[in-house]
């Protein structure tokens, strides 16, 4: 069974432009603080090893494997009625 954690935080490719690449996703608080690759992230999701959501105004909302139009893939969240990609408004994380 894959665990589950909640994405709190992202590191951009290009800090300057909302629409870049994610390159990193995190959570935790304190001492127990992650941080994985997106790369990373987007195998222990095809591998069953992880699950990942963020919460957005009090609700989970699951975080998917997409493929842009040129192949890659990429982390995004399920379309909501709030944003079409919750990822993207997530805080930078600390370094």
Known sequence: MADRHQIT??????RMNPHEAI???GG???TNRWKVTQQRAIQGIENREWLFFVNQGGREVD???ATSQWGHKYLKT?????HENNLLSLTTCPL
């Open 9 to 14: 935080c992202i590191v951009k490719s290009d």
């Open 23 to 25: 390159e990193y996703v």
């Open 28 to 30: 935790g608080i304190g």
């Open 63 to 65: 975080v998917i494997i």
């Open 78 to 82: 399920r379309a909501d009625r709030a």
